[in-house]
T-cell receptor, first 112, second 115 residues
Framework: KQEVTQIPAALSVPEGENLVLNCSFTDSAIYNLQWFRQDPGKGLTSLLL?????REQTSGRLNASLDKSSGRSTLYIAASQPGDSATYLCAVSNQAGTALIFGKGTTLSVSS | NAGVTQTPKFRILKIGQSMTLQCAQD?????MYWYRQDPGMGLKLIYYSVGAGITDKGEVPNGYNVSRSTTEDFPLRLELAAPSQTSVYFC??????????????FGDGTRLSIL
C-alpha cells in the first residue's frame, strides 16, 4: 500500500530564506507526483506536477525534484515571502492511476 | 472562471440525517473525485468517476454514495450521518488519470459537522 510522508510537519522561517520541503513515498511505481498549496479554509491549488519520467519541474520561485528510485521528492522555495505561508501537500498517483494519495502536509510560516 | 464549485460551504447535521453534497465543474473534465480531509491529515479518496455513468470506490467509501448522470455534476450522498463523517469534503476534477500530465483541480470544500 502506497504511503506518503512529509517532513517537517511545520516550518517557520524569516522572509528571504530559501527552504526545502521533503516528501517520501513507499512504492516507486508512480505515474506522477503533484505538489499542492492549501490556504486556511480553502481548497487545494496545484503548484507543480512531475511526470514519472521527469526529474524536476520549475515554476517561478518554486522547483520540485523527483527521484523515483529512492522514493523522494523535494519542493524548493527560493527567497520566501510572507505570502508563501500555507500548508504544502505532496501527492502521488496510485498504481491504477485513478486518484492521488496524499501526505499530511507541511505547514509553512514566513515572517516579515 | 468557475472551475469546481461545491455547495454548501458549511453544514451541520444531526446523527441519522441525510444530505447531498453538490459538486459541479465547467471545464469539461471526464474525471471527478471526492476526498475527505480530517484535521492534521492528508486527503483520502471516497469515490471517483471516470465519466458519466461510471463510478468506483476509493479508500474510504463506507457510508457514502455517488452518482454521475452528467459530465458536469458529481454529487456525494450521506444516507445516515454519523459523527465519524465530520470532516471537510473536497471535490476535484481532471482531464485524465495519473497516467497523463493533467493536474487535479479542487473546489473550496464543504465543512460538515455531525452532532
Amino acid at each position: 500500500k502506497q504511503e506518503v510522508t512529509q517532513i517537517p510537519a511545520a516550518l517557520s522561517v524569516p522572509e528571504g530564506e530559501n527552504l526545502v520541503l521533503n516528501c517520501s513515498f513507499t512504492d516507486s511505481a508512480i505515474y506522477n507526483l503533484q505538489w499542492f498549496r492549501q490556504d486556511p479554509g480553502k481548497g487545494l491549488t496545484s503548484l507543480l506536477l512531475i511526470q514519472s519520467s521527469q526529474r524536476e519541474q520549475t515554476s517561478g520561485r518554486l522547483n520540485a525534484s523527483l527521484d523515483k528510485s529512492s522514493g523522494r521528492s523535494t519542493l524548493y522555495i527560493a527567497a520566501s515571502q510572507p505570502g508563501d505561508s500555507a500548508t504544502y501537500l505532496c501527492a502521488v498517483s496510485n498504481q491504477a492511476g485513478t486518484a492521488l494519495i496524499f501526505g499530511k502536509g507541511t505547514t509553512l510560516s514566513v515572517s516579515s | 472562471n468557475a472551475g469546481v464549485t461545491q455547495t454548501p460551504k458549511f453544514r451541520i447535521l444531526k446523527i441519522g440525517q441525510s444530505m447531498t453534497l453538490q459538486c459541479a465543474q465547467d471545464m469539461n473534465h471526464n474525471y471527478m473525485y471526492w476526498y475527505r480531509q480530517d484535521p492534521g491529515m492528508g486527503l483520502k479518496l471516497i469515490y471517483y468517476s471516470v465519466g458519466a455513468g461510471i463510478t468506483d470506490k476509493g479508500e474510504v467509501p463506507n457510508g457514502y454514495n455517488v452518482s454521475r448522470s452528467t459530465t458536469e455534476d458529481f454529487p456525494l450522498r450521506l444516507e445516515l450521518a454519523a459523527p465519524s463523517q465530520t470532516s471537510v469534503y473536497f471535490c476535484a476534477s481532471s482531464y485524465a488519470t495519473g497516467f497523463s500530465n493533467q493536474p487535479q483541480h479542487f473546489g473550496d470544500g464543504t465543512r460538515l459537522s455531525i452532532l
